[in-house]
């Protein structure tokens, strides 16, 4: 059982081999590319937020450019827009950082608009509610000089940086600090600055996507006045773990399949090999004329560590058996009619034996069978009525038939018994029946051994027949 299951065990366990190689290069492969991209989404991330992080902190809206502020006060108090843009226009609204600039009363109202070129525009266009997060956290600091509270922000459904500061006159002493006017810088991300961002990212596209509205590609939040986030700057990167491995990919597929066809190579000459080890050892333990175990093959099925625990149980019995007449067959009609009746007693004892039993020719004329059993003595008994049946039946042979009646002898086990004792019973007890002639099994008795073992002695010298075991 040993050799037939090794091929089959061998081969199983290279192409398992192969298999698992071939995983773990393709696993280590996607695993590496998949890290790549994490790495360089993870590299694009931090510098956009690097950039926007920035931009936002630098963006200050200051007032020292602002001329006579207890004038501007006083202006923007009285809502006197000639005056205001006369006198301080100049040194307030032209600023090269900003697209717009906006002016508010204390409370919060549009007073007066500012491009960047300090050209007064239509307050219409913004609307005060997108900037109250501004204003509601510069009215939590205390208003002096260059106060400026700044974030991302929305004008207009265009997302920029916001800077709010409070507008301060000299006097501020002898003024109610909740009446102070307010300016606001903005800076819009137009399409220059994302494309500068994206540029940066190496990116290949961008876009801004409202904040409730996940993308599937690498995003920076936009973080408005109040700190959360009012949208998202999306970019797309280039994966390049992904491109890597498309072009490596034919390479390893390639090597992947090296491997597995030498697995599967060495693994079908394994199999060859221990399939030819194991016709060796069949050769080895089987009588080449019969086909039946030799005395070799019934080594190694006592051997077996099941069959040495029933033996040593005394869950066995041996039946031995020789063929009366025999010697006579092969002297008058030839060894080759001999060989004809050991093939066809072997084919008798096979049917009349059970599947778990064992035939076993020791040689010449002569055969054992062992029959395991709980009830030895019981199946020993049925097994050889059927023996004795089937070999005292007439053999076929070309032009005549021929009766070979056996001398049978049973010897069963009892425990703790020397598998050689019970041998040499069974052994006593054929000879014993071959000496009365008796057509029925001569049981070994241990109240009548020391008749059966005088038998046993005196057997007489015999053929052992044309084949050698």
């Known amino acids: 059982m040993m050799a037939g299951n090794t091929p089959k065990h061998i081969f199983g366990y290279l192409f398992l081999l192969g298999i698992v190689a071939v995983g773990m290069i393709l696993g280590s492969v996607f695993w590496l590319t998949g890290r790549i991209d994490q790495l360089e989404k993870e590299s694009s991330e931090s510098i956009v937020e ?29 809502e006197d827009a000639a005056g205001l843009y006369d006198n301080i226009g100049a040194g307030a609204t032209e600023s090269d950082l900003f697209d717009h600039i906006i002016v508010l009363s204390a409370d919060g109202q549009v007073l007066h608009v500012y491009d960047g070129t300090g050209a007064m525009t239509s307050a219409e266009q913004f ?16 208003p002096k000089d260059y106060v400026t509270v700044s974030g991302i922000g929305q004008i207009k459904g265009i997302y920029g940086a916001i800077a709010a500061s409070w507008i301060t006159p000299d006097y501020l002493a002898r003024v109610d600090a909740a009446s102070l006017p307010i300016m606001l810088g903005v800076k819009l991300f137009g399409d220059e600055a994302l494309h500068t961002i994206a540029k940066m990212t190496q990116g290949t596209g961008y876009a801004i996507t409202p904040a409730d509205n996940p993308p599937n590609e690498p995003s920076v939040d936009l973080v408005g006045p109040d700190g959360t986030p009012v949208a998202q700057l999306v970019w797309t990167h280039k994966h390049v773990g992904t491109m890597l491995r498309m072009e490596i990919m034919p390479g390893i597929l390639l090597v992947c399949f090296g491997i597995f066809a030498i697995c599967v ?6 199999h060859q090999q221990s399939k030819a080890l194991a016709r060796a050892m069949t050769v080895a333990s089987t009588d080449k004329l019969t086909g039946l175990l030799n005395r070799s093959g019934l080594d190694e099925v006592l051997r077996k560590p099941d069959a040495k625990a029933r033996i040593d149980a005394g869950e066995v019995a041996v039946l031995y058996l020789d063929l009366n007449d025999f010697k006579k067959l092969n002297d008058e009609h030839g060894h080759r009619e001999g060989d004809h009746a050991l093939k066809a007693t072997a084919e008798r004892l096979k049917a009349s034996v059970r599947p778990h039993d064992y035939v076993v020719r020791l040689g010449g004329d002569e055969f054992i069978c062992v029959v395991f059993d709980q009830n030895p003595a019981a199946a020993a008994k049925s097994v050889s009525d059927r023996v004795l049946i089937s070999c005292n039946a007439p053999i076929a042979f070309v032009g005549f038939e021929c009766i070979l009646a056996p001398a049978l002898g049973v010897a ?31 049981f070994y008795v241990p109240e009548n051994a020391g008749g059966l073992e005088d038998a046993a002695v005196s ?11």
């Open 412 to 442: 069963v086990a009892e425990p703790g018994i020397a598998w050689e004792t019970l041998l040499g019973r069974a052994d006593a007890a054929m000879y014993s029946a071959k000496r009365k002639q008796l057509r029925i099994a001569e």
């Open 127 to 142: 609307d005060v509610e997108s900037v109250q997060p501004f204003l509601s956290r510069l009215r939590e600091t205390r």
């Open 265 to 270: 190579f060495a693994a079908r000459y394994f």
């Open 50 to 78: 690097l950039l926007v992080t920035e931009k936002v902190a630098h963006v200050k809206a200051s007032t020292s450019d602002y001329s006579y502020w207890d004038l501007a006060y006083e202006l923007v108090k009285a």
């Open 459 to 469: 057997k007489p010298a015999k053929s052992k027949g044309t084949a050698a075991a």
